[in-house]
């Protein structure tokens, strides 16, 4: 059995920055990547980024320069460091946790950006 436990969305002003970390517990075994997605009213759920076990890391074009996606091993735990953070960002933010057997999502946290 393997859970996801996201925090750390809420509300901030344009301009402002807030910080995801989602930490998973349970069986987890050959983690392939971590990454966080997310879902906008209306839309579809978009990949944010993603970091795989060697640590590369892959972003959208919206949000590189803006965004710092970072993973503790130790932990597995996956961050996700949100700046500059504009309205377009507003949605569900969904963390991933990829298996060499399957995906597992976490129930998602709300970000709100206010203009």
């Known amino acids: 059995q393997v859970s996801l436990m996201e925090s750390g969305g809420g509300l901030v002003q344009a301009g402002g920055s807030l910080r995801l970390s989602c930490a998973a517990s349970?069986?987890?075994?050959?983690?392939?990547?971590m990454g966080w997605y997310r879902q906008a009213p209306g839309k579809q759920r978009e990949l944010v980024a993603t970091?795989?076990?060697?640590?590369?890391?892959n972003y959208a074009d919206s949000v590189k320069g803006r965004f710092t996606i970072s993973k503790d091993n130790a932990k597995n735990a996956v961050y996700l460091q949100m700046n500059s953070l504009k309205p377009e960002d507003t949605g569900v933010y969904y963390c991933?946790?990829?298996?060499?057997?399957?995906?597992?999502w976490g129930h998602g946290t709300q970000v709100t950006v206010s203009s």
């Open positions: 991933l946790l990829r298996l060499v057997i399957r995906d597992y």
């Open positions: 349970g069986s987890i075994f050959n983690i392939d990547a």
């Open positions: 970091v795989i076990s060697g640590g590369i890391t």
